[in-house]
């Protein structure tokens, strides 16, 4: 004999600007120091989950979750404390190549 129940699914409660679940994605921790494979690997991040536009908003190139995704922000945190400038950061992502050598600042 089987029985069947019924569920009543509500909506999720927005708790925070920019929140749109429940559930609440954590940062992605920033290494202890940022070595030059740390630095290569923002890169990537930055580039692949650049912004696209979409008929919903700016989303993630890559997954298209809303945009900046955790990877773009943890890239943009990553290559700040090596020592990059946000005009260089953005500098990469517009050329759009992943495989680009980040640039050294000296004592990063």
Do not use: K
Not at 6 to 14: E, G, I, N, Y
Not at 30 to 46: G, K, M, N
Not at 54 to 63: F, I, L, Q, Y
Not at 73 to 102: S, Y
């Amino acid at each position: 004999m089987s029985s069947t129940a019924t569920r009543t699914v509500r909506p999720a409660v927005l708790r925070g600007a920019g929140e749109q679940s429940g559930e609440v994605l954590r940062e992605i921790p920033l290494p202890p120091y940022v070595t030059a494979e740390d630095a290569q690997f923002a890169v990537r991040a930055v580039v692949v989950h650049a912004p696209r536009i979409w008929s919903g908003g700016t989303v993630c190139r890559n997954d298209a979750s809303p945009h900046p995704c955790r990877l773009h922000r943890w890239g943009t945190r990553v290559l700040a404390r090596r020592g990059l400038r946000p005009a260089e950061i953005a500098a990469l992502i517009e050329r759009g190549d992943p495989t680009v050598e980040p640039p050294h600042r000296p004592g990063a």
